[in-house]
């Protein structure tokens, strides 16, 4: 039986190999470990593993997990990577170090205003939407300069690149072209925001091609902890 540390590092050599293959440094490539609807015991067996980045999805569910982790395993840096609505913003900013679907001035505002005195600079990246369903989120590629510039103008947000979620397929010519679309999109904010560094893109299906294109952070749920 494999163990989520032996999965975890099957997905580092994974990162190490897709990385290699088009001259990349590994270290340039982190792996967040997304532990939706996962129990707490999982995400212990992680750390064990060495993993100290988690992304969550809920809201609620996120909360519960960083506030049950505090005490112990107070260098475990948490991503939230769902949708999120307005009424729920003051959650994200009180308790994520990161939130990786920023698509709204409203809430980029809101997540501003909230953070805590005494925390950092809550790091944020825009969910663009490089996909050609009509139902996912993020802004379009247009609207990414503005929002940029928004946030750069708020200081308990640090802007630190943009993220993704593709088309659901397994057409590899498809997902090459989005991911390139959204590298090409990152390469041209950079020229106006120098400090960013992040970028979001590549999930247990498609990591590797995510990589090939220029991704900084791939997330990770099901090929470490399992199917959900
Ligand atoms: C669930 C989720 C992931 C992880 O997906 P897997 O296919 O399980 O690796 C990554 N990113 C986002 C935004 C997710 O919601």
């Known amino acids: 039986m494999t163990t989520i540390a032996d999965r975890i590092s099957i997905a580092q050599s994974r990162i190490k190999q897709a990385a290699q293959n088009c001259s990349r440094l590994p270290s340039d490539i982190s792996l ?6 996962k129990p707490i015991s999982d995400i212990i067996a992680a750390y064990n593993a060495g993993q100290r980045q988690f992304g969550e999805n809920y809201v609620q569910e996120g909360q519960e ?6 005490a112990n395993y107070p260098d475990i840096e948490w991503h939230f990577i769902g949708p999120l609505q307005s009424n729920k913003t003051k959650i994200v900013a009180e308790h994520f170090d990161w939130m990786h679907t920023l698509s709204r001035d409203k809430i980029a505002q809101r997540l501003n205003d909230q953070r805590p005195a005494n925390k950092p600079p809550l790091n944020v990246c825009i969910q663009v939407n490089i996909s050609q369903e009509d139902s996912k989120s993020g802004v379009d590629a247009n609207e990414v300069t503005t929002l940029a510039l928004t946030i750069s103008k708020l200081p308990n947000l640090s802007l630190r690149g943009l993220m993704a979620i593709p088309t659901a397929t397994d057409d590899i010519r498809i997902q090459q072209q989005e991911f390139a679309n959204l590298s090409a999109l990152f390469q041209q904010l950079k020229q106006h925001h120098p400090g ?3 970028l979001s893109m590549g999930m ?23 199917e959900r």
């Not at 967040?32 to 609807?37: H, I």
């Not at 997990?65 to 505090?70: H, N, R, S, V």
């Not at 299906?205 to 090929?223: E, F, K, P, W, Y």
């Open 65 to 70: 997990k960083i506030t049950a982790l505090a």
């Open 196 to 198: 960013i560094d992040t």
């Open 204 to 226: 247990s299906a498609d990591m590797d091609i995510a990589i090939a294109n220029g991704s900084t952070m791939v997330r990770i749920g099901s090929a470490i902890f399992g």
């Open 32 to 37: 967040l470990a997304v532990s939706k609807t």
